[in-house]
């Protein structure tokens, strides 16, 4: 079975600061992960995802993540956040083998809210 | 990418009524579909899995007569909810995969309220 902790539940960060939002997992397969965000009253949006390959992932609305095996991390990164950020943002994982019949395992989330 | 339209996307009801919520992959083949239940300020959980012409797998605590899933086709899943009540207010959520696929694509969301 598969877990993941996002440590923080409320992110306030003033709007054109870096940001990082935490997410650890543990497994006993490999895995893949992703970083979801959510608009109120919408569904799941993907951000980026990690398969294989290169730790460093680059995703949409300039969000990038690392994926640390050693240390069972993916947090996710912003160099300069802007207003339209404000939403709740879930980390993801679920088993790398067989994916399509597995389900994902989701993370508590974290509010991101930006300051003006 | 690949769109999920989910409908309805708000929907009130009354109590002991029933409401079907519908979710349909636009442009592939969905061999998989998840159903989700988000409380407010909460993380998403899985209700069942569906897979195309078979049974959907339930997840433990989820009562699945009260909630029936019909995945008869590679581009359509539904969720009813039965003899609703205020409890049963909740934010639904819908998600496919596609075989072979990596990513799983989202519906919009379905708001019930019961009242």
């Known amino acids: 079975a598969q877990s993941v902790t996002q440590l923080d539940s409320q992110v306030p960060v003033f709007e054109e600061a870096p940001v990082e939002l935490r997410c650890n997992y543990s497994s006993s397969v490999s895995v893949y992960l992703f970083w979801y965000v959510q608009y109120p009253n919408q569904g799941l949006q993907l951000l980026l995802k990690?398969?294989?390959?290169?730790?460093l992932v680059k995703g949409i609305n300039g969000f990038e993540a690392e994926f640390n095996k050693s240390q069972t991390s993916f947090h996710l990164r912003k160099p300069s956040v802007h207003i339209s950020d404000t939403a709740e943002y879930f980390c993801a994982v679920t088993p790398g083998a067989n994916f399509g019949n597995e389900k994902l395992t989701f993370g508590t989330g974290t509010r991101l809210t930006i300051i003006p | 990418g690949a769109v999920v339209s989910q409908h309805p996307s708000r929907v009130i009801c009354k109590s002991g009524t029933s409401v079907k919520i519908e979710c349909r992959s636009l442009?592939?083949?969905?061999?998989?579909m998840f159903w989700y239940r988000q409380f407010p300020k909460q993380s998403l959980m899985l209700m069942a899995t569906s897979n195309e012409g078979s049974k959907a797998t339930y997840e433990q605590g989820v009562e699945k007569d009260k909630f029936l899933i019909n995945h008869a086709s590679l581009t359509l899943s539904t969720l009813t909810v039965t003899s609703a009540h205020p409890e049963d207010s909740s934010f639904y959520i819908c998600?496919?995969?596609?075989?072979?696929?990596?990513?799983?694509?989202f519906g919009q969301g379905t708001r019930l309220t019961v009242v």
């Open positions: 990690y398969l294989s390959g290169s730790t």
């Open positions: 442009d592939f083949q969905a061999t998989t």
């Open positions: 998600s496919a995969t596609e075989q072979g696929g990596t990513e799983a694509f």
